[in-house]
């Protein structure tokens, strides 16, 4: 049983800085890529950012030089950092990660539950 557990969301007035986390748990062997994305109503499911194992980063343009991704992969979770945040940032955040389980050769996808952000102007 894998699970992914995000927190960090919540109402942030523009300008602002947020934090988010998706930990992963369960039986795992290693986990691969992580990735952010987001989706607001009306709007196509976009890729935020992304990190490899091996600490290759990709960022969506609207977000760069403004948002941070990090993992710690000790305690199996990655990290959103976002500042100087807009109102069109608001959107449900979904953490992905592509790991393999314990014992496992197949790479699965798992996915969080989404965590709301909202920003206010």
């Known amino acids: 049983q894998v699970q992914l557990v995000e927190s960090g969301g919540g109402l942030v007035q523009a300008g602002g800085s947020l934090r988010l986390s998706c930990a992963a748990s369960g039986s795992i062997g290693s986990i691969n890529t992580m990735t952010w994305y987001r989706q607001a109503p009306g709007n196509q499911r976009e890729l935020v950012a992304r990190i490899t194992s091996g600490g290759s980063t990709n960022y969506a343009e609207s977000v760069k030089g403004r948002f941070t991704i990090s993992r710690d992969n000790a305690k199996n979770t990655v990290y959103l950092q976002m500042n100087s945040l807009k109102p069109e940032d608001t959107a449900v955040y979904y953490c992905?990660?592509?790991?393999?389980?314990?014992?496992?050769?197949?790479?699965?996808?798992?996915w969080g539950q989404g965590t709301q952000v909202t920003v206010s102007s």
């Open positions: 992905n990660a592509q790991l393999r389980r314990l014992l496992a050769v197949a790479i699965q996808n798992y």
